[in-house]
């Protein structure tokens, strides 16, 4: 294994931990305690872990930075929008009745 697939290896584990601790701090709050650690503690170190694995990232990569971060700026409008108005977040598809698998429905008898 390389570098850069190690580098993406634990960038994907801290992704997952980074998942884990703010699951907790919904489930049981900011300030709940979990084995000796507070919530809002161990979320802070796994966002840090995560922008660690992030620097190196762009130290190793042609990654580009500028590009990440148009698409960060870009996800805070997004994601500002919808929180004003949480009825946007789903978009309107219109219902196509699918057909059934064994043909068309029979209506029901009245």
């Known amino acids: 294994m390389n570098r850069l697939e190690e580098l993406l290896i634990i960038l994907s ?3 997952a931990e980074v998942q884990q601790a703010a699951i907790k701090c919904v489930r049981f709050g900011m300030d709940s305690e979990h084995q000796g650690l507070v919530n809002r503690y161990q979320l802070e170190r796994e966002l840090g872990d995560f922008m660690a694995m992030f620097k190196l ?8 930075e500028e590009v990440i971060m148009e698409a960060a700026e870009a996800k805070l409008i ?33």
């Open 13 to 15: 584990e801290e992704c």
């Open 57 to 64: 990232l762009l130290e190793e990569t042609d990654l580009r």
């Open 78 to 110: 997004k994601v500002e929008k919808f929180m004003r108005n949480p009825k946007l977040e789903f978009s309107v598809r219109p219902t196509v009745e699918k057909p059934h698998r064994r043909g068309p429905r029979k209506k029901p008898r009245s």
